[in-house]
C-alpha cells in the first residue's frame, strides 16, 4: 500500500505545450515587483500541487518569485488536522476578514484556490476592481460564475470541472458488471457538487449512486461498512478536501476496505487513494498552469479578467492500476487497452480521444 502511495507521488500529467506558451518579450516590465495574494480554505496536497502549478507558468512568462514577483499566501484551516473547530459560518467569516485585509493591502492580483475562498471572497475583490482568478474549483458556477466559460465581474481563472457523464461511461466500460455505487463526502462544496453530478448523470447510465455525508473529523470505516451492507458494488471519491486530511487517513482505510472485500475503488478526482483501479479527472498541478496562463495575462498585458475565459483540461488524464484489476479479475476493453502508456511505479495512463 504504501509503495502505491508513493508512487501516485510521481504522477505527472502533460497538457498541450501551446497551452503554457509564455508571452511575448515586449510584453514584459523588467522594473515593476507584482504583488500577488492567495487565499484557501485547507492546506491539502492536491491544493499545493494547483499553487506550484501556478507558480511554474507565472516563471516561465518571466515573473518570478524574489524577483519581480512578491506572493503573500494564507490558508484558512481552523486546525482541521487535529480536529479542530470547522464550520461553514466560521469559514465564511474568516474568509471575509482575509478579503478584507486583502482590500487593503491593494495587490495587483488574487488567486484564490478552491470553491469556498472563491465564492464568499469575489464580492469585496470585485468591489475594489482587484483582478481575481482562481483555480481548483470543481464547478465555476457553484463559485459565482455565470458559466462554465465566463468568470463574471472581475474574474477568471481555471476548473477542475469534467464532464461526470464521460467519467461514468469509462467506469461503467471498465467494470460493466457494477450498478451500485457508494460514495462519502463531507460539506466540502466541490464534494456536494461532485456526489449530486455522480447520482444525477449515472441514472441514465444505469448507475445508482447511493451516498453518505461524514463530518471532516469522523472516520469514513462506519460509513464504508454502512453503504458495503446496502449492497455498494463499488466505492467512487468524489472531489472532497476530506480525503487529504489526516495525512490522507481516508484515503489509505477506504483503499485497504476495499482490498479486503475486493470491491473496486475508482477516483473521480486525481487524489491518492492506494488500491483504487481506476483514476479519471483533471490534474491539480495543471489546472493551477493553466490559472497561471490566465494571471499571466493580467498582469503582464494588462488584460482585464472579465474578458478571458476559464480554461479547463479538456481531456480527463485517465489512469489504471493492473495489478488492483488483476486482483479484482477485471481486464481492461481493448478498446482502452491499445491506448495505454506504462508510466512506470506499476501504472498505466489511458490517452483518450486517439
Known amino acids: 500500500m504504501y509503495k502505491t502511495a508513493a ?21 514584459m516590465d523588467d522594473t515593476r515587483v507584482f504583488k500577488v495574494e492567495v487565499l484557501q480554505v485547507t492546506d491539502i496536497e492536491p491544493y499545493r500541487e494547483a499553487y506550484e502549478g501556478f507558480l511554474k507558468t507565472l516563471q516561465d512568462n518571466g515573473l518570478v518569485e524574489g524577483k519581480n514577483l512578491q506572493v503573500h499566501r494564507t490558508s484558512i484551516d481552523f486546525d482541521v488536522e487535529n480536529g479542530g473547530f470547522w464550520s461553514k459560518l466560521g469559514v465564511l467569516m474568516r474568509i471575509r476578514q482575509e478579503a478584507t485585509r486583502i482590500v487593503l493591502a491593494k495587490p495587483d492580483l488574487v488567486l484564490t484556490v478552491g470553491t469556498p475562498a472563491t465564492k464568499y471572497a469575489r464580492g469585496m475583490l470585485a468591489e475594489a476592481r482587484i483582478p481575481l482568478v482562481f483555480t481548483a474549483v470543481a464547478n465555476p458556477e457553484d463559485a459565482g460564475c455565470v458559466s462554465l466559460v465566463d468568470g463574471g465581474e472581475g474574474a477568471t481563472g481555471a476548473t477542475l470541472y469534467t464532464d461526470m457523464s464521460d467519467s461514468l461511461k469509462l467506469v461503467r466500460d471498465v467494470f460493466p458488471n457494477v450498478h451500485r455505487i457508494g460514495m462519502v463526502y463531507s460539506d466540502d462544496e466541490n464534494g456536494i457538487a461532485n456526489v449530486a453530478a455522480a447520482s444525477a448523470q449515472g441514472k441514465p447510465l444505469g448507475l445508482d449512486v447511493s451516498a453518505r455525508e461524514v463530518n471532516k473529523r469522523a472516520p469514513i470505516a462506519p460509513a464504508l461498512k454502512e453503504l458495503y451492507a446496502a449492497g455498494a458494488q463499488m466505492f467512487a471519491v468524489p472531489l472532497d478536501t476530506y480525503y487529504g486530511l489526516h495525512r490522507y487517513e481516508a484515503a489509505m482505510d477506504l483503499g485497504d476496505f476495499g482490498i479486503e472485500h475486493k470491491v473496486p475503488v475508482v477516483t473521480l478526482a486525481m487524489v491518492k487513494v492506494p488500491g483504487a483501479a481506476l483514476y479519471v479527472g483533471a490534474d491539480f498541478n495543471q489546472v493551477g498552469r493553466l490559472a497561471g496562463t490566465q494571471a499571466a495575462k493580467i498582469l503582464k498585458r494588462h488584460v482585464k479578467p472579465d474578458v478571458l475565459p476559464i480554461l479547463r ?42
Open 7 to 27: 508512487a501516485l507521488l510521481a504522477f505527472s500529467f502533460i497538457l498541450p505545450v501551446h497551452s503554457f506558451e509564455p508571452l511575448p518579450p515586449e510584453t
Open 313 to 354: 483540461q479538456e481531456t480527463p488524464t485517465v489512469m489504471v492500476d493492473p495489478a488492483r484489476l488483476a486482483a479484482l479479475n477485471v481486464a481492461l476493453p481493448p478498446a482502452l487497452a491499445s491506448h495505454k502508456t506504462d508510466i512506470g511505479n506499476g501504472f498505466w495512463q489511458i490517452e483518450l480521444g486517439k
